[in-house]
């Protein structure tokens, strides 16, 4: 037996992630029972299993505790301002159109303050792979409530619960032209995990909303208990229906929870309407761009 | 493994089997792995790591199936793991004072 009374552990072992991990940034800042880790944990997995070569992959997160996750990851990623996730990842994409551009970030960060580039660039179709976390608050800052905060919820400035009506994240980006919709629990990890892969490998803007426990604010704040009373909820509660009508995804404070695969089509992207546009107007004076290896070396 | 009924080809077909690794003190004693495992492999130890969590310990290892599932929800990457050819063997101890 070893000190700990357990004999399982064995330092020399290697997590099969370890490659895709920064493990000098590990162990993370994330609270005991927090989801973040567990959908990191997922796409990691999922960008494991693509097979798509490492150097042609970038994360990109906004601010938030769900914004450390591209400080976390062995890849190259961005870690940039607060909202901007989605803005800097179209000029990764825009600027080097092999690249596979995966965006971790939280409901604040995406869908509040940078709302207004995520209906944009659902509406242009721009080939990104959006892992949205929502925990329904701005848990980095203290849990004030936000526009993905449920009806009732209490937060740091909803003292006697929000009053506002949340959006519906999947209905709003399926609305707005996303072509790739899924939205899973932190307790469904393989469903999550089997949707990144599929959105890794879909063409255009894809957005994966995650219900993700924050133990620390919104749990406590509503007596909830902790992540793990959360994910309890979320077994209860959750019932799969793929190709619903994002319409009826609607959530509520502690209430049924629809989650699956809703939209999966097929859409001209961003770069494909520009190059078909500018090549009927300029015929062979149109050149698409293909990235910087077509600079001095490459051409 | 126990059956409700047993399959017709158990003996040509054995069921996966795994052996479970916990970095102990990586673990912040979420206890999503314990609850989730399909086959109850994990239970609470009733020791403290070196941050003051309890990390799950592997009370039977013969039931692993080596489904990942432990591996895909730990938040804090503490656990794994990784499929063991003869079921019949016992699992490995590693000793460490
Ligand atoms: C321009 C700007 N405004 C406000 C902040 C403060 N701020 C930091 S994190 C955060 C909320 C993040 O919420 P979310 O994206 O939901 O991430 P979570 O912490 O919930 O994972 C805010 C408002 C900031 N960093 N920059
Ligand atoms: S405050 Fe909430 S979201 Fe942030 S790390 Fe803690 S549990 Fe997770
Ligand atoms: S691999 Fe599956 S069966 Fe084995 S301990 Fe992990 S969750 Fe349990
Ligand atoms: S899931 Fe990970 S962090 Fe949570 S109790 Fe298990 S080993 Fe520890
Ligand atoms: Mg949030």
Known sequence: MSRLGTPFLDRNEHHPLEDYLRMDRIPHIWCPTCGLGTALNCMLHAIKKSGIPRQNIAVVSGIGCSGRAAGYVNLDSFHTTHGRAIPFATGLKLANPKLKVVLFSGDGDLIAIGGNHLIHAARRNIDLTVIGINNFNYAMTGGQFGPTTPEKARMTTAPYGSFEHPFNVPFLVDSCGATYVARWTALHVRHLTNSILEALHHKGFSFIEVISPCSTVYARRNRLGDGLDLLKYYHENSEIRNGINTRKCDITFQGRLIVGKFVDKEKPTYSDTMTKSLSEALGDRYVPYQGPMQGKNGD | ?97
Request: hydrophobic share 25%; aromatic share 8%.
């Open chain 2, 1 to 97: 493994m126990k059956y409700w009924r047993k399959p017709l080809d158990t003996d040509r077909v054995k069921p996966p089997h795994g052996e479970v690794h916990i970095v102990i003190d990586r673990c912040k004693g979420c206890g999503f792995c314990i609850t989730y495992c399909p086959r109850q492999v994990l239970e609470v130890s009733t020791h403290f790591n070196r941050k003051g969590y309890h990390p799950p310990t592997v009370v039977h290892p013969e039931a692993c199936v080596n489904c990942g599932l432990c591996e895909t929800i730990c938040p804090d990457f503490a656990i794994w793991s990784t499929p063991v050819e003869e079921p019949e063997k016992q699992q490995k101890v590693t000793s460490e004072k």
